[in-house]
């Protein structure tokens, strides 16, 4: 998941990618500890070393709007 989160606006612009299959955490990374800082080093890693992971993902959506109403869509 990637974007930002306005704490004075209380909104949401953020993207994430469905990961499935081969494009999942390894099992030796995922004994590193399964938390979503593991999980943002290796995907961040990969990303270095194989390009954009937008370009893989099978899904990506997109959460936008308030925190009272949010808005999940698929993305464009």
Known sequence: MRGRTGLVAQD???QAWILRGEERLPDAVRRLGP???V???WLSLRELFNGSAADRSRAT???RGSWD?????PAE
């Open 12 to 14: 949401y612009d953020e």
């Open 35 to 37: 938390t979503p800082k």
């Open 39 to 41: 999980a943002a080093v």
């Open 61 to 63: 959506l997109r959460l």
């Open 69 to 73: 109403a949010p808005i999940v869509a």
